[in-house]
């Protein structure tokens, strides 16, 4: 999986898991920051959620165009100092006003344009080290261990958000209670009636807060000021892992210098070994219509995806037991997840080591940590662990962390006989899976009642954890069968003058779907939950049966 690989490749992969350690802290918490801090209902954060997603992931075709003209290097530099202005001002508490919410809006234009420049350019240069005839079989490999690195910094994301929160809030004498905020608004607006009246009364007894107007009325404005400033103090994490990404950047620039050249520059050096062939009109334009039809495919499936900021969030906060017990209190300890993934790579590493040093090596590794696993279990004791909603978000990283492994070791077995599925045939099987994702939480959701009746509603409705837990491990195998593949695919088909623009239309792509998203969250309401993640299951199963239908044309720019 490792051996053999270019240096450039873990310089690049790691500045990138600073860079997404920070966003992904922002990212777990920043829903439930728009409805506390400003009331929102959900169908306004959900359009302020995937606008700025749709964002993030457009501006790359700019950072592309840019550096096509520019140089990768010097984009993916500007992008970690634009960035950290965008999370610095993000993190400086504001009012709940206008003039919080202009500032709000300007930090995250500053954090998406800064992540357009970096993001799509920090990728071309990955591609561009296995231009190298003696690494180009490695490219699927190298991405998928880029990817992995990825979800290493978003592994750890939940865990700083939920740290943060929690700290801030027992300062100022709470305790997280995921029902409070909108309560809190509706109180202070004066429209809390009824049973809603009665059930807010009661958690703020459980705060341990008397019930009168005064006390109710300063509980309200107190919990809602001290449970945004945790959240912003929780963007200021995004400032500290920036810094960390800029250091690796910089220290690991030698071994990945040669890669940091766009046409333009390898132009000007006659000498240059290995450039890129020259490709025809036809030949060109054909690669182009492949690529877009790939891109018209990926829409939806992160339109489904990216669910898992703010539906599947909603879920987690509104929905799903606040509690675990058991064995699915393990997979709360971001700890406890590492040990497992220890575990996973240790287990590979006794098979696939040459050497008998090697399998000692790793056989050891494997038992020390399943051996601290089983002790980390059992001081647990019996009692039942508090889940914060954010927290659910570190289980897809986990997975695509865990599982890359599993399915390098897969795709390399189907290789070996000549079997291995194309690129574009591992995004229509992803599809399917991810359809499969969306009918857990279908069936998980039936007799629910709708999101507007839940501050009335009575009775025990909340699921079990393991819902959402099973839902992120399919998404999770579909996620791992596209996105690594899909950014290969660009990186690979792309005609060699336009590499930084095309990898920003994946990214573009990658926004339609994540502004999309935003349909489902203003359905989010009155309709029944199956319904909703039933038009998630449609769109789907439609992609994949139309990426199918495209596969021969697909496959011969391969």
Not at 246 to 258: C, D, E, N, P, V
Not at 437 to 448: H, R, T
């Amino acid at each position: 999986m490792f051996e053999g690989q270019p240096k450039g490749l873990y310089a690049l992969a790691l500045a990138n898991t600073g860079e997404r350690f920070g966003y992904y802290t922002m990212l777990a918490i920043f829903t439930l920051f728009l409805q506390a801090k400003f009331g929102f209902t959900a169908g306004v954060t959900s359009n302020i959620f995937a606008g700025f997603l749709a964002l993030v992931y457009f501006l790359p075709v700019l950072g592309g165009y840019l550096a096509d003209k520019f140089g990768y290097g010097k984009m993916v530099i500007s992008g970690i100092i634009i960035m950290f202005i965008g999370y610095i001002c993000l993190a400086i508490p504001t009012g709940n006003n206008a003039v919080g919410v202009a500032a709000m809006i300007g930090s995250l234009v500053l954090i998406a344009l800064g992540t357009g420049f970096f993001k799509g350019n920090l990728q071309v240069m990955v591609g561009n080290l296995y231009d190298d005839p003696k690494y180009s079989a490695k490219r699927d490999t190298a991405f998928s261990i880029f990817y992995m690195a990825i979800n290493v910094g978003a592994l750890f994301a939940p865990t700083a958000a939920e740290k943060i929160t929690t700290w801030y809030l027992a300062k100022s004498g709470f305790v997280y209670n995921g029902d409070i905020p909108a309560l809190a608004h509706q109180y202070l607006d004066g429209s809390l009636t009824g049973e809603a009246m009665q059930k807010f009364s009661d958690l703020a007894s459980a705060q341990h807060v008397a019930t009168d107007t005064a006390s109710l009325t300063d509980f309200a404005n107190g919990y809602i000021d001290s449970l945004s400033i945790s959240y912003h103090l929780g963007f200021a994490v995004a400032c500290v892992s920036l810094i960390a990404s800029m250091l690796i950047y910089a220290m690991g620039r030698k071994s990945f210098k040669h890669a940091d050249v766009n046409v333009k520059q390898a132009a000007k050096s006659e000498k240059q070994e290995g450039a890129a062939p020259q490709l025809s009109p036809a030949e060109t334009k054909s690669r182009i219509v492949a690529l877009c039809l790939v891109f018209a495919v990926v829409i939806f499936f992160w339109m489904a995806f990216h669910q898992n900021g703010l539906t599947l969030t909603f879920f987690a906060r509104d929905y799903t037991d606040s509690s675990a017990t058991g064995l699915t209190r393990i997979g709360f300890n971001v700890w406890n997840l590492v040990l497992i993934a220890i575990s996973v790579y240790g287990l590979f590493g006794i098979f696939q080591s040459k050497t008998s040093k090697g399998k000692g090596i790793a056989t050891a590794v494997t038992v020390a940590a399943l051996a601290v696993l089983v002790l980390s279990y059992q001081n647990m004791g019996g009692e039942a662990i508090e889940i914060l909603p954010q927290k659910f978000q570190q289980f897809n990283p986990f997975f695509v962390v865990a599982l890359t492994p599993v399915s390098m070791a897969v795709f390399s077995s189907l290789a070996s006989r000549g079997k291995e599925p194309s690129a574009p045939r591992k995004i229509g099987i992803g599809m399917f899976i991810a359809a499969i994702g969306f009918v857990i939480m279908a069936v998980g959701s039936l007799g629910l009642p709708v999101p507007d009746d839940l501050s009335s509603a009575t009775g025990d409705y909340r699921v079990t954890p393991n819902l959402l837990i099973g839902t992120y491990l399919v998404l999770t195998f579909a996620e791992l069968f596209l996105s690594p593949m899909g950014i290969s695919f660009v990186s690979k088909v792309a005609p060699p003058k336009y590499k930084g623009l095309m990898m920003g239309g994946w990214f573009a792509a990658t926004a339609v779907g994540n502004y999309l998203v935003s349909i489902i969250g203003m359905l989010w309401g009155g309709l029944p939950l199956w319904v909703l993640w039933g038009i998630l299951v449609a769109l789907c199963l439609l992609s994949a049966l139309f990426i199918f239908s495209i596969m021969k044309r697909l496959e011969k720019v391969c």
